[in-house]
């Protein structure tokens, strides 16, 4: 028996939000939701205007996109740039504080990407949705959640 694997590649922001232009970083996208909102006579998106690193977003998969959920409690999430190392939400504006925070990525990263990778895209989500609040507090992941970032369970 033949056995084929069917990869279904994990999507950062460029893959997840068809544009004109590729959107290849955060500041490609405020471009795009600026001229969305042009359209309808609505303001620019806020910019940033410093960074608060003892702040984190957490990256996450979401029906095989990579977003990581508003820090500041607002209820927005992003897309994430490939390789990103810092967050902005122009929901809230960081919280109306003007600030980007720290981008964490998962430990095991590369082999979570595998494993998840392996899985329809209907089923990739990281961590399990019980996980979800602790990876956020820094309390850690279920065994199963470890397990596929690769990690000792
Ligand atoms: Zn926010
Ligand atoms: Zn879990």
Known sequence: ?????????LRFLDQAIFAPRPL?????????????????????VPRPT???PTISAWARV????????????????????????????????????G????????EGAERLTVNLESLPTTLQFWPCAACRPHLADGAGVCPSCRGMQGLEV
């Not at 600030?99 to 998962?106: G, M, R």
């Open 1 to 9: 028996m033949v056995n084929v694997v069917v990869r279904a590649p």
């Open 24 to 44: 290849t970083s955060w500041e490609a996208y405020w471009a795009l939701a600026d001229s969305r909102k042009a359209m309808t006579g609505q303001p620019p």
């Open 50 to 52: 410093g960074h608060n």
């Open 62 to 97: 979401d029906d095989g996109r990579w977003i990581a959920d508003c820090p500041h409690g607002c209820g927005a999430a992003f897309n994430l740039p490939a390789n990103s190392t810092w967050f902005w939400c122009t929901e809230c504006a960081g919280g109306g504080q």
């Open 99 to 106: 600030h980007t925070v720290a981008l964490v990525w998962p």
